[in-house]
């Protein structure tokens, strides 16, 4: 059997490092193809040898653009990839652009589609991955949810019968990654001349808090109003965005820092008092590391996160501020996203799915 495993952005490649591994015990032939979503080295090429992927059999290099221009630039050049390769499955992960061009583009030609991660919702109809996510799960044959929650959602949109849960993914990386780097001294620590523990960390790259310069300017002055030091780890878009709104990301207790790589932000966040962020992934990993998360944001796909104390959605202000303040919570036994396994499971589903169709 053949699989195209296609991935363009920061979070699908840490997805795959896993997949690609099961994949390779199973004895699956097994493409990767890189959409070039995310073209800093940082948040692309150094992840392949950070977690150790095989480099991608097909390099698209579409670049930034915008939304509708870049999701078509994958939807055209996929034609091409799936004609040359002719997979028997295409494996799709999150819930990018990538996510859904590669999903059309691999169902226009009539090749089966299982989806990693399928059935998070923010029922937040402004951000653009709750339109991947949607549109992607309801053309795919196979839905691999990550949670119990995420598989009720599914069954609740008529699409149970194509669901499975297979735990976590990005689970079982983080555990890899944790136990290599357990004992290692913070790189943010050790560069900036700061204490484990004394400082927290920071991602902020949405457009929702990036493109209104009201909105991006209290987000900043919320952080560097906090007591401790907060090293915010600056994702091109965010730097672009600043750049623009003539606003300066350094400020008070707000230090701008380079993104980092995959190994490095897991040691680091281990260190960390802290994790402030709008990404999903990372509200989330904060608590597989037992590290607290705020969210600025109004919602999130990760509910266990809230339910169980870990995390606090917030909007800019003095809320954003106290919450990065608090205290540590209860710890917890509790593990919504999986054992660490999920990767096996997920290859297991697509070959007994392949041999009983």
Known sequence: MKILSVVGARPQFVKLAPIAKAMTAAGVDHLICHTGQHYDPMLSDVFFDDLGIPKPDVHLGVGSASHGKQTGAILAAMDDVLAEHQP??????????STVAAALAAVKQHIRVAHLEAGLRSFNRRMPEEHNRVLTDH??????????VAAEHLTHEGLGDRTVVV??????????VRDAVQGRPSPIATELDLSAGSYSL???????????PERLSAILDSLAAVDHPVVLLAHPRLVAKAKDHGLELTR??????????????????LASRGIITDSGGLQKEAFLLRVPATTVRPETEWVETVDLGWNILVEPGEALTAAAMRPR?????AQPYGDGHAAERVVEEILDKDMNQ
């Open 202 to 212: 920071a991602t902020i790259h949405r457009p929702d808090n990036t493109d209104d």
């Open 167 to 176: 735990g976590d993914v990005m689970t079982d990386v983080l555990y890899q």
């Open 88 to 97: 028997d499955w295409v494996l799709v992960y999150g819930d990018t652009n």
């Open 139 to 148: 053309c795919a044959d196979l839905l691999l949810a990550p949670t119990t």
């Open 329 to 333: 919570p209860a710890d917890t036994d």
């Open 252 to 269: 008070g207790n707000l230090l701008s820092h380079a993104p980092l790589a995959y190994p490095d932000l897991v040691a680091s966040c």
